[in-house]
């Protein structure tokens, strides 16, 4: 038997993917039948077994799975692809394909490739930011792609 279902006409996009607000079919744990939850991409992304739920504006998309007893709440944002990364100048995102760092969005390639004076025209103290920057956020594209091609 289900324990949730997605709802069709509550949804919305995020990074080009469209995430479904979730309702519970039965009452669970704290849970009550009726009840609305947050936002998932699948119906792979949260286990319709045990008591896990995602709540509130909380969102679980990619490859990422909500199983057991687990609880995702809050403004959580739950995914192996993209990755997000905050509280720096600019936000990070990464995807399998390309890496947006504030409203620039480019492919891993064209990051790996930028010249010293490509970053610097971006925005005014881009290229200190990037030279601070630059190894991590390369290093979770590879890792990134990496989780593609496994899969």
Avoid at 33 to 58: H, I, P
Avoid at 125 to 131: K, T
Wanted: charged share 20%; proline share 1%; glycine share 10%.
């Amino acid at each position: 038997m289900k324990k949730y279902e997605l709802m069709a006409d509550k949804s919305v996009e995020v990074f080009g993917v469209k995430l479904f607000k979730i309702r519970a079919l039965i009452s669970f744990g704290t849970i009550m039948a009726g009840q609305e939850g947050g936002y998932v991409e699948t119906e792979d992304n949260l286990s319709q077994e045990g008591e896990a739920w995602v709540f509130g504006e909380a969102w679980v998309f990619g490859s990422a799975w909500v199983f057991g007893e687990a609880r995702v709440s809050g403004e959580a944002r739950v995914s192996l692809s993209p990755f997000f990364l905050s509280g720096s100048r600019w936000n990070v995102t990464v995807t399998p394909q390309n890496i947006a760092i504030g409203y620039q969005c480019h492919t891993h390639e064209a990051w790996e490739k930028f010249s010293d004076e490509e970053i610097s025209n971006m925005a005014a103290g881009a290229l200190d930011w990037w030279n601070e920057w630059r190894g991590l956020i390369l290093s979770l594209a590879i890792k990134q792609r990496s989780l593609i091609t496994r899969g």
